[in-house]
């Protein structure tokens, strides 16, 4: 029989719901390793790296711009962030500008604007410094393309996508929605690492969640974009644009450069997905949107040169539709010491999927202490 104090766990995911789920997994003496299919840690809290054509080095938060916090055991979390240097508060000016009227709006209203948080010295950086913690062992560039209970063996099997055993363990922790279903995998014809068919409960739980798509599209520009009096815009009455943020403007970010990034709506993503019928958009595609979006900018009237870096990127599932453990805010099978989390459990954000990997966390220390006791 197994003992349970000696349980290893594998968190499939290192975005922020998998990196707080590693990290407290391993501060209560759980041994975890943790795998991403990505080069590095973040998910959707990344930040990427590009050559402009003249050799500049350009950072950009190409995925969730910022944070805001709610619940106060997030806070606390935060704020140690905060003390250890990962986090910071941004504190600049955001609003709204109307296409329709071609105006900012709002522009003196928030008074007391929600405290906005960012990563440093990029959004990615609390998860770099979670999955570096004692007692995390992090496996980067390692998808993991099967999952499988051996109920003989009473533990979990991983397996790569070249066939490589991944290591058994006791228990396992899946961070993203995609390991169970994805309409980008079936299309491609490629099996989800978990087989769902064994497990109907779940798959009634998480069936209905679809994908909501975006596109981002990074720019750079030699000189302050002097004629935005804010640095974060949501706009109105526009079909391709959703919202622009500064990014040199955070803290801790290089200011060689003026760069923003363009968020574009959820309808202009599914007409481009629409367009490339669920196949990864091709380079001329994604020009194609980073010209729009860029036009886009240009047509609020403001004075926007020609940026000297454009580029997109296409998040296939940037939002879950919807959640499903509100409450419980993690899915739990405890015979087999299985925990599903993420924000589609809690809540569309980053504050939902930070809830979600703690609630994943305390499942397995819950589990010790009731067998220690
Ligand atoms: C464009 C955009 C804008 C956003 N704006 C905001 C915002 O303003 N404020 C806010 O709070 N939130 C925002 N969000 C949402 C926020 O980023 C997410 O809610 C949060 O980061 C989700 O974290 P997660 O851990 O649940 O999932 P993810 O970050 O998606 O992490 C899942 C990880 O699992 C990995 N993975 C999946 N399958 C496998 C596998 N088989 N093997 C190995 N690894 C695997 C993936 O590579 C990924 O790293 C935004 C998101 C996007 C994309």
């Given at each position: 029989?197994?003992s349970?104090?000696?349980?290893k766990?594998?968190?499939?995911?290192?975005?922020?719901?998998?990196?707080?789920?590693?990290?407290?997994?391993?501060?209560?003496?759980?041994?975890?390793?943790?795998?991403?299919?990505?080069?590095?840690?973040?998910?959707?809290?990344?930040?990427?790296?590009?050559?402009?054509?003249?050799?500049?080095?350009?950072?950009?938060?190409?995925?969730?711009?910022?944070?805001?916090?709610?619940?106060?055991?997030?806070?606390?979390?935060?704020?140690?962030?905060?003390?250890?240097?990962?986090?910071?508060?941004?504190?600049e000016?955001?609003?709204?500008?109307?296409?329709?009227?071609?105006?900012?709006l709002?522009?003196?209203e928030?008074?007391?604007?929600?405290?906005?948080?960012?990563?440093?010295?990029?959004?990615?950086?609390?998860?770099?410094?979670?999955?570096?913690?004692?007692?995390?062992?992090?496996?980067?560039?390692?998808s993991?393309?099967?999952?499988?209970?051996l109920?003989s063996?009473?533990?979990?099997?991983?397996?790569?996508?070249?066939?490589?055993?991944?290591?058994?363990?006791?228990?396992?922790?899946?961070?993203?929605?995609?390991c169970?279903?994805?309409?980008?995998?079936?299309?491609?014809?490629?099996?989800?690492?978990?087989?769902?068919?064994?497990?109907?409960?779940?798959?009634?739980?998480?069936?209905?969640?679809?994908?909501?798509?975006?596109?981002?599209v990074?720019?750079?520009?030699?000189q302050?974009?002097?004629?935005?009096?804010?640095?974060?815009?949501?706009?109105?009455?526009?079909?391709?644009?959703?919202?622009?943020?500064?990014?040199?403007?955070?803290?801790?970010?290089?200011?060689?450069?003026?760069?923003?990034?363009?968020?574009?709506?959820?309808?202009?993503?599914?007409?481009?997905?629409?367009q490339?019928?669920?196949?990864?958009?091709s380079?001329?595609?994604?020009s194609?949107?980073?010209?729009?979006?860029?036009?886009?900018?240009?047509?609020?009237?403001?004075?926007i040169?020609?940026p000297?870096?454009?580029?997109a990127?296409?998040?296939?599932?940037?939002?879950?539709?919807?959640?499903?453990?509100?409450?419980?805010k993690?899915?739990?099978?405890g015979?087999?010491?299985?925990?599903?989390?993420?924000?589609?459990?809690v809540?569309?954000?980053v504050?939902?999927?930070?809830l979600?990997?703690?609630?994943?966390?305390?499942?397995?220390?819950?589990?010790?202490?009731s067998n220690?006791?």
């Amino acid at each position: 029989m197994m003992s349970i104090k000696a349980i290893k766990v594998a968190v499939i995911g290192c975005g922020i719901s998998g990196a707080v789920c590693a990290s407290t997994l391993a501060k209560n003496g759980i041994s975890v390793t943790v795998f991403d299919s990505g080069r590095g840690p973040g998910g959707r809290m990344s930040q990427r790296r590009e050559i402009a054509e003249d050799g500049r080095e350009l950072l950009f938060d190409h995925g969730a711009p910022y944070f805001t916090v709610s619940n106060h055991e997030v806070l606390g979390l935060v704020q140690e962030w905060e003390s250890s240097g990962i986090v910071a508060p941004w504190n600049e000016k955001f609003g709204s500008f109307d296409f329709s009227s071609k105006k900012f709006l709002n522009l003196e209203e928030e008074e007391a604007p929600t405290q906005k948080y960012v990563g440093v010295p990029g959004m990615n950086s609390i998860c770099h410094a979670l999955s570096a913690e004692p007692g995390v062992t992090s496996r980067f560039a390692q998808s993991v393309a099967r999952v499988e209970w051996l109920a003989s063996e009473d533990s979990w099997s991983l397996t790569g996508i070249n066939g490589e055993d991944l290591g058994q363990f006791e228990g396992v922790v899946a961070c993203d929605r995609n390991c169970f279903f994805s309409r980008f995998a079936n299309a491609a014809g490629s099996p989800t690492p978990f087989d769902l068919s064994m497990e109907p409960e779940l798959a009634s739980q998480l069936k209905d969640i679809t994908d909501i798509s975006c596109y981002t599209v990074m720019l750079a520009f030699e000189q302050p974009l002097t004629s935005i009096p804010i640095k974060g815009i949501s706009f109105k009455n526009s079909e391709i644009l959703s919202s622009a943020y500064c990014d040199s403007s955070k803290p801790w970010r290089s200011d060689s450069s003026e760069m923003w990034v363009l968020h574009s709506t959820v309808k202009y993503a599914e007409d481009i997905i629409v367009q490339c019928g669920l196949r990864r958009p091709s380079i001329a595609m994604l020009s194609k949107v980073a010209e729009e979006l860029l036009q886009e900018l240009q047509r609020t009237g403001l004075h926007i040169p020609r940026p000297f870096f454009l580029k997109a990127h296409g998040w296939g599932s940037a939002f879950p539709s919807k959640t499903t453990a509100a409450q419980e805010k993690c899915l739990w099978n405890g015979n087999k010491r299985q925990a599903i989390c993420g924000d589609f459990c809690v809540s569309l954000n980053v504050e939902g999927a930070i809830l979600s990997g703690l609630a994943a966390a305390s499942k397995f220390t819950e589990l010790i202490s009731s067998n220690n006791s």
